[in-house]
């Protein structure tokens, strides 16, 4: 028996079903479990997969016994639908549509009213009764064969069309009448014949296997080609072809088309939901020359409008349609986008799939389709989008607001904010003293312009990447950024942000979409968000899954408190440097890198210590209990330094020292790669006086705490940038001789652990000997992302959009943790750190924390924790739930 | 039987052997061995390390045993001697010294003349016939004993003998007479009194103990810890200590002292070599008071001195030593340095050892040797430092020349040169021009000065370490550099350099030791190497050996010629961008850099064509089909830009521009962190006419090559900075595109190979995928460290001297491969690599590869080749046959 080519569905049952996606494609099986659900699909077949690899390697020849089989289930057809292809009274039309298994642009895509030729096109106008209508169909069937299959351009049949317009007076398409329609189709006709020296192909069969052919061959096609390249689809997959007889919707008041959803997709509330439209077409509900008219009586009470719903204008028809509403649901067990067309009286059904939904939706949907016990509190859990929380914990921009589009860069920090622009950091914290909302714009932003960025209601800037110091403080902080946004260009001097020939001056409204990387000029109204029930019972079900922590990076004492609200366990990431930015303590910090002897440079360590302790204090009694990871000294001492030569005179006169001194200070301690030089624990090992401070703060800090509330303080004292075992025990050995001077003075017993911060590649290799002393290793994945790649996330702007264009890195490493390079060597040093110290405790703590992708490979090698932002805490709280239960699907497998 | 402690030797046979220097350190078992060849050595006895061990770990008790051994080995040094302790009549005097496994700085060192006391001198000064050295000698001793066993401080004896002095209206040691001393003594003795409040001690054997208590305690003390500790040495080795009888050359004109060499220690050459002393004791031949006279007729001769030589003066027990120095060479087969002393007519033999020599000698030494068959040819190979000959490749400094030391730097490319300084590179050039020898003195040089350090004798740069851009480029061109002189300041505008409240202005000589890392002021006298026959023979003798391929770093003709000259085997690394600083084309790839779009970027590389074209055409015909690795374009594009002032307008002139675009331009090239941004591969990426243009280049050059000298040209093209499979096979593509065009063009077949430099952690991980099209890697050992580390070696001098401090790094990472970590990446990536390709060529281009310790780490993990500078050439070739030899040793083990 020859081999299956062909798969017919309709009539209440198929020969496919949706678990044969790979044969059939995505579109040809779904049509198929339709039909197998009984519902009335307009019947059809699916040419399989195998047919395209079959016809790409035999040079464009197909099997032998598909032939038979195509003409054998058209017969099927005919006879579903009581039509004949070809027949001049009757004419059956088939819609050709290509479906590959993943969706593909490039590739054919549809070609509609097949079987349409001089003969049938007046069958047509017969049965359906409006010439205007068959002759328009006809028309269109032209131009889109004649473009697709026989490779006309397009551009030649609209200047027949607004020739024709202009010679008749006529502007819109719903001023010409069939005759008109006629008459173009004729012209149609004969373009094709001119350009091709051959007729317009009458014969259905013939036009029937040039669309197949076409199909095929736009799956070898140069886009398609470059497309599945850089998704890495293989060829071998192929394509489907589906072939479906035609209903129509406008064929008079019986008839209709319509789009519904089994839920609200917006609000994800559990009601009918959708549109529809009297005697119109799919196409008619699309294009908004109508004005769609609800489903449901509800609906229409709520909208307050006074177009009859299909709940009331067809009772019975409507019935049908909330029956197959709960059927599909039930069968697919998620929300529903269909579309049904009813063709005089008789209700088809044209597509069902899972309905996309705001991040909201999701969540209600989830949560209540969990309650309802249609789904798992597991499967609800799998349903939401780890990203689209985001939605629900930052103001987003009202969907329905217009905007205009300034410039673009990239959505470093998600959120949406409208403000004043300003460009100083000082400027940002006037203004909003004055009672301003502000925009903060900077080419790049550091670390003196904490205060701004705080003050700020969003930041943007135009150099720097997803992990630029930018987008690191602003997603710690919540607030929205977009950042390295290129094109634009910022003027200090004159004020201005201008891109395109747009230009706006301070103190001018502009608005920015951190989740989408949008600048847009004045203010587009934003929604608030709300922190439903549904969101505490998610995270309650997602808590009892997951194993892995979640802590967070915060060092003020209002992160701490958001991520405490969010869930976090602990503190993963408490970066000391910046709690010495404050006006009032950098002066000191500036004072110390300026001293030019150690007794200098005790004093001035000595007026920073109790700020440090304060700081401390805070972070423990906030924490209650929680583990609190601080990190030591970590960047390289020039960042403290004024650069400005306004500040500079201003450092100079508070410290009573010359400018002149600071300068050569600031020159000497100025590195070609500051990155890679004196900073970390190269600090500790060449001023072991400031470390030596810091600890002291912590342990007094601990001490305090302790005595007050008889609370357990459990820091865990972080030391960064390690890359040797001696580098490590020698400052391992001073904290715990810190730590023993203030257990002495204090009389308390001070309960503490020392690690550190594995974030050099070296670090990893040498993983099991730096555990001998370490009793924590947290993953600093930014730093070693650049140190694996030699890449610094700061200068890579410049390249990384060539490197996109070229899909050469499959995630921006600085998001998503490059799992083959940078994950072996996580994965090696858990494992040394582990053989070492069992009991070694492993986390990570760099951006990648927050991230979905990153959270399931932390899940996966064993890691004890990750810490991240605060408003990310919850996202990586459900990241870390689906990947255990990833893994019970894997094992259960 | 108790556990013997004590091991006795002298009198022609010992208890003890050379081999046993464990149990009795390296003096005991030396002086053991002696005695076994039946060479006349002063009897003694060695107390093991065993008791060492015993006496820290039991509160510094001794054995039981220990006591009565002692006395025992004491009894048979009386009995040999012919002396006995304690004797007032004729007393035995003995040395007490400390002696552990490997030489140890600050532990106890010696007592000499222990036995002395008020009685026993007297006895001396009969017997010796000499009241006065009877008495100079207690008088040492008890100082001696003082300080280093008795803890009483050195200078309190000082003050005595200077107040004497003065008192007495003397000036120098040698007016002291007999009683003089003897009064001396006496004041010691009571000093000793007073400040202890004890007698100086007269009982010999309280003398012995006192002093064997001291060399165990020594072990203990807190330098010797230290050292210990930086040195990685057990305190668990402990020390033996040395007990031997006195004997003295200053007994008459029958009595003498020496020492000699078995061959010229300067020269290598075959002949005896040394000086003695008539009636003297060793410390007057070190002292300098008296002139030594020659061993020998011929060094009399050689040396036209009218001082009688020991062959003329005793000409019997010049026979005797002669007929010693035949024994030990072959005994030991090595040149050895030996001690003697002749006591009334009596030849002893106080020390052997290896012989510390030249470069030149132990390279004339050692062929000469294997020659003679007394050493076969790989022991000669093995006797060689591989440092040792870059003294004989470069001129060094007459080691006879005073030196007036300005200050010092890192010793970053070796050789000796004087000069007349000059700051600028310009200037550098211009007074070569006019005939003067000049020293470049920057703070660091950068690309532009490559004309200018040429043009110098010498270079020296305060800042950046041993890797640093003058350093690496320095020693590529074999020109001595000091770098990184950190106390040394220079000032640009007054053009001084100063260092320790001296100063030299412009035009001022120095002379710089880049072996050495000195800077002196003035003209230092230096020598010139010469590459005798000895050289070639070793080199043959190596070649036979090593299995490692040596190549070299060259991009000049000058370059490559020298390379040849001392045995490179092809080019490992040419960097193509160091051909972009001559003055006539740096303007090409300016005006391409400043380029607003491609065609105009295409123009200006058009014009850098055949430059490029003609380097590639120079170095094929100099290499002769040998292979040659080119490296596309490698540094960031910012670095060919004009930094100063007046040279951005001179570009601006000459390209018409405004400067004000150079500077706009330069300004969005800057980076944060250079070394990880915009260079390399990315560059190949974001713009690749650059390659295309190069690829040309190089392809053009070979199809000229191959058909004016029908040679082969077989260049490697590597691609700099992979990260990922992509990124290379991109410019895989590319390579191969721009050869076929250029074969097809020029109707030549072209051979070459397409590879990578592996200089990424994350290239090391991914080496498998890398090596699917890559044919070769050639290990970038310097960034792979620099990111391995996260250290960057331009900015690590501020810390790297506080890690030198502490040993955090056993080696410079940027000298010596960092086995454990760096070694590890390049070994897994060799793995991977040739496991997807078992043909893959491996090779190593960093600095490193004319380290020796590092070209043994190639040869153990089985690279093919280095490639170093062209000077190091040698050296790695050496280092190569010894990592061979020492991998034999290992299987034969």
Chains 1, 2 share one sequence.
Not at 156 to 185: G, H, R, V
Request: glycine share 8%; aromatic share 6%; with cysteine.
């Amino acid at each position: 028996m020859a081999q299956k080519w062909v798969y017919s569905f309709g009539n209440g049952h198929a020969e496919g079903k949706a678990e044969m996606r790979e044969l059939l494609g995505g579109k040809g099986a779904n049509l198929a479990e339709m039909s197998n659900l009984g519902l009335a699909v307009p019947p059809g077949f699916t040419i399989s997969t195998d047919v395209c690899a079959h016809y790409t390697s035999n040079q464009n020849q197909y099997p032998k016994a598909l032939e038979e089989q195509v003409n054998y289930a058209l017969k099927q057809i005919e006879k579903d639908i009581g039509k004949n292809f070809g027949d001049p009274k009757n004419p059956l039309l088939v819609s050709v549509r290509s479906g590959a298994r993943a969706s593909m642009p490039g590739m054919m895509d549809t070609v509609l009213n097949l079987g349409l030729n001089d003969q049938t096109v007046k069958g047509l106008a017969q049965v359906s009764g409006d010439e205007r209508f068959a002759y328009d169909s006809y028309r269109r069937f032209i131009q889109m064969y004649g473009d697709v299959v026989l490779g006309v351009e397009h551009h030649l049949f609209e200047d027949i069309l607004a020739d024709y317009k202009d010679d008749n007076d006529l502007a819109l398409d719903t001023e010409l009448e069939a005759k008109d329609w006629k008459e173009i189709s004729l012209k149609f006709s004969s373009k094709v014949q001119a350009e091709l020296g051959n007729p317009f192909p009458q014969d259905p069969l013939d036009q029937l296997w040039g669309a197949i052919n076409a199909v095929f061959g736009s799956w070898m096609n140069n886009r398609a080609h470059i497309y599945r390249k850089l998704h890495d689809i293989p060829e071998s997959w192929g394509t489907a072809v589906n072939i479906q007889s035609m209903v129509f919707g406008n064929m008079g008041d019986t008839s209709a088309t319509g789009v519904c959803f089994t839920r609200n997709p917006s609000t994800g509330e559990n009601c009918f939901y959708g549109e529809y439209l009297v005697n119109a077409q799919g196409e008619d509900v699309v294009a908004g020359i109508r004005t769609p008219q609800p489903l449901t009586l509800f609906e229409k009470t709520t909208n307050d409008t006074d177009l009859p719903s299909m709940e009331e204008n067809m009772p019975d028809l409507f019935g049908e349609l909330l029956t197959i509403r709960g059927k599909l649901e039930q069968h697919y067990k998620d929300m529903q986008d269909m579309e049904f067309t009813i063709e005089d009286g008789k209700l088809w059904m044209l597509q069902t799939r899972n309905g996309k939904r705001t991040g909201k939706a999701a969540l209600r949907i989830a949560v209540e389709m969990a309650e309802e016990g249609l789904i798992s509190k597991e499967d609800a859990i799998n349903r939401i989008e780890p990203e689209a929380l985001d939605q629900l914990l930052h103001p987003t921009l009202d969907p329905d607001a217009t905007r205009d589009l300034l410039g673009k860069g990239l959505p470093a920090s998600p959120g949406a904010a409208s403000g004043k622009i300003v460009f100083s950091a000082e400027e940002a914290e006037e203004m909003v003293l004055k009672g301003n909302k502000v925009i903060l714009v900077r080419v790049e932003t550091s670390p003196e312009d904490i205060g701004g960025m705080h003050a700020a209601d969003g930041i943007l800037t135009t150099r720097g990447g997803m992990t630029s110091h930018a987008a690191v403080v602003a997603r710690g902080m919540g607030r929205p950024c977009v950042a390295g946004a290129g094109q634009m260009k910022v003027d200090y001097k004159s004020a201005t942000l201008s891109c395109g020939g747009k230009t706006v001056v301070a103190g001018d409204v502009i608005t920015i979409d951190g989740s989408r990387g949008e600048i847009m000029l004045g203010k587009v109204k934003t929604i608030q968000p709300e922190l439903t029930g549904d969101f505490g019972t998610l995270m309650d079900w997602v808590d009892q899954i997951r194993s892995l922590k979640v802590r967070t990076n915060a060092e003020t004492p209002e992160d701490a408190q958001t991520a405490i609200k969010f869930g976090a366990e602990g503190i993963g990431l408490s970066r000391t440097e910046h709690m010495f930015f404050d006006p009032e303590r950098i002066i000191h910090i500036r004072e110390m890198i300026l001293s030019s002897n150690i007794d200098e440079r005790r004093q001035a360590l000595n007026k920073l210590l109790p700020y440090q302790r304060k700081d401390f204090i805070s972070l423990f009694q906030i924490m209650k209990g929680l583990p609190v990871t601080i990190r030591l000294l970590d960047p390289p001492l020039h960042e403290f330094l004024p650069v400005k030569n306004d500040e500079i005179e201003e450092v100079a006169k508070a410290a009573n020292i010359k400018a002149e001194i600071i300068r050569e200070r600031a020159h000497a301690l100025q590195e070609t790669n500051p990155m890679l030089g004196l900073r970390g624990c190269r600090l500790g090992i060449v001023h072991p006086e400031i470390y030596e401070m810091q600890c002291r703060a912590i342990f007094e800090a601990c001490a305090e705490v302790a005595k007050d509330s008889a609370q357990t303080v459990t820091p865990e004292v972080m030391i960064p940038l390690v890359g040797s075992k001696k580098e490590y025990d020698i400052l391992h050995d001073m904290v715990d001789r810190i730590a023993s001077e203030v257990s002495i003075e204090k009389k308390v017993e001070l309960n503490y652990i020392t690690g550190t911060m594995i974030e050099l590649p070296r670090a990893c290799l040498l993983a099991g000997q730096i555990a001998e002393r370490a009793e924590f290793f947290s993953f600093g994945t930014n730093d070693l992302t650049q140190t694996t790649f030699g890449l610094s996330r700061d200068d890579s702007g410049s390249f990384l959009t060539h490197y996109q264009d070229q899909n050469i890195y499959e995630k921006d490493p600085f998001v998503s943790i490059d799992i083959e390079g940078v994950g072996e060597l996580i994965e090696m040093a858990a494992e040394r750190g582990r053989k070492r110290r069992p009991d070694i405790k492993l986390g990570i703590c760099g951006e990648h924390g927050g991230d979905p992708a990153s959270v399931a490979f932390c899940e996966k090698i064993g890691l004890d924790y990750v810490s991240c932002s605060p408003y990310r805490v919850p996202i990586a709280r459900l990241a870390a739930a689906q990947a255990v239960l990833r893994t019970r699907t894997l094992v259960e497998d």
